[in-house]
């Protein structure tokens, strides 16, 4: 991987890393904890008690009615569920030898295809909270010749920095992003992580393709070498939800906000129009953009005045992107006319069941099955009952995961993947 000015953007953002673990690993070292706990769990195999002796994840793939119920009970039972907390003192006790953790866990340290190689990618993950969530997403995207920027929200707490620290720190191309900020949902600092990320990368590598931004919560459906193929065939081109703002959102772009005790609320004053008389377009914070989209956000005139105007509105991430893939002589973008609207079913950057949009199979109207899971704020964390319908889809990644809404859900599609991914390299 080539480096711009001789690397010494990605010497220093390493070094915080380096120093920033340093400090966290000393502010731990009087916590105790148990390591003589199996965390087997953690693996692939079914040996020394792990979950594939539980449960089967082929047949919980394919929909297998019997072993999703007994997935389903395995997931509310108090031992199983105690067995798969990993405590964040794990990860950093793990870390100190970076080859017997990246072995352990099985991480794929050499490029498996020519074709994988010479098409790297770009990640923003921006976490804060959940390191086992984050470990396992950063392992099932994980690819020597990608390169990954890791946001943690300023508020996260010590050990959860720490953990997610440790881990970056075993990684060459994992870096943490130079710049974090306190994360207010619904406001202007989600979207500046992401910017944040996306400098850093855009400055430190001048290799790779397509820029994907996912969250600790997020999955892929994808191997590497799928999404990688699906890159290709965008010819240039980005996905991502944007289409005509629904009335019931134009309150967000149209009144001020401000964030007030870690909050956001509006001030009761009405903004000015959008610059450029811009059409706001609506759309969702995850993206599938090439090289060039990035370089018209850091760089074009246009697109700043546009982030100044937005810093204010409500959800900004929810238009942003969506605005600027529709504004003339952005690279990949598409022209603002109402046919090149895209849904966020028909764009490949998240699959994301809406509660409103669910409903039984046989429905006319809904449009997507229901929930196995369970909801949070409309949107569905998904069950294993969901992953023989996510696969089937288009999208390189769905939106929510957690291990503690059910483990089994996140264990059998990864292990689903890696088995693909490694048969995919013979």
Same mark, same amino acid.
């Given at each position: 991987?080539?480096?711009?000015r001789r690397g010494q953007l990605s010497l220093l953002l390493k070094l915080t890393?380096?120093?920033?673990?340093?400090?966290?690993l000393s502010l731990l070292s009087d916590m105790k904890t148990d390591w003589s706990l199996n965390y087997s769990w953690l693996e692939y195999t079914d040996i020394d008690g792990g979950p594939e002796k539980e449960c089967n994840c082929s047949a919980i793939m394919r929909g297998n009615k019997a072993e999703l119920e007994k997935a389903k009970f395995l997931t509310i039972t108090k031992d199983f569920r105690k067995r798969v907390q990993i405590p964040d003192e794990y990860y950093i006790n793990a870390t100190k030898d970076c080859r017997k953790f990246k072995l352990s866990r099985k991480y794929i340290t050499f490029p498996l295809s020519e074709e994988e190689e010479e098409f790297p990618l770009a990640y923003s993950m921006v976490v804060h909270h959940k390191v086992q969530n984050f470990e396992r997403l950063l392992r099932a995207i994980y690819a020597p010749q990608n390169i990954y920027c890791v946001h943690v929200d300023k508020k996260t707490e010590a050990s959860a920095l720490a953990a997610i620290m440790a881990i970056i720190s075993c990684f060459p191309n994992v870096?943490?992003?130079?710049?974090?900020?306190?994360?207010?949902y619904a406001a202007w600092p989600r979207v500046q992580a992401d910017l944040n990320c996306m400098a850093d990368l855009y400055n430190v590598s001048t290799e790779w393709k397509y820029f994907i931004n996912v969250c600790g919560?997020?999955? @892929?459906?994808?191997? *590497? %070498?799928? !999404?990688?193929?699906?890159?290709?065939?965008?010819?240039?081109?980005?996905?991502m939800e944007s289409e005509k703002?629904?009335?019931?959102?134009?309150w967000r772009v149209t009144n001020a906000h401000r964030i007030v005790d870690g909050g956001i609320e509006?001030?009761?004053?009405?903004?000015? @129009?959008?610059?450029? *008389? %811009?059409? !706001?377009?609506?759309?969702?914070?995850?993206i599938v953009v090439s090289r060039g989209y990035i370089r018209s956000v850091l760089e074009d005139e246009r697109i700043q005045t546009l982030i100044e105007w937005a810093k204010d509105t409500y959800s900004p991430d929810e238009f942003l992107w969506a605005t600027i893939q529709r504004?003339?002589?952005?690279?990949g973008s598409t022209r603002p006319h109402r046919k090149y609207d895209m849904t966020d079913i028909n764009a490949i950057a998240r699959l994301?069941?809406?509660?409103?949009h669910a409903g039984p199979d046989d429905s006319l109207d809904a449009v997507y099955p229901q929930c196995h899971g369970n909801y949070v704020r409309g949107i569905c964390v998904y069950g294993a009952g969901d992953l023989q319908w996510m696969i089937a889809q288009h999208h390189l990644f769905a939106n929510k995961f957690d291990i503690n809404t059910d483990p089994i859900a996140i264990y059998c599609l990864e292990k689903y993947l890696r088995l693909k991914a490694l048969a995919e390299s013979y």
């Open positions: 991987m080539r480096l711009l890393v380096v120093l920033g673990s340093v400090w966290m870096f943490l992003a130079s710049r974090p900020v306190s994360v207010v919560q997020d999955f @892929p459906l994808k191997t *590497n %070498l799928e !999404i990688v193929r699906t890159l290709r065939s965008l010819k240039g081109r980005n996905s703002m629904p009335d019931g959102k134009i509006g001030t009761g004053q009405k903004k000015t @129009p959008p610059p450029f *008389n %811009l059409p !706001i377009l609506s759309g969702n914070a995850y504004m003339p002589g952005v690279p994301v069941k809406w509660q409103w």
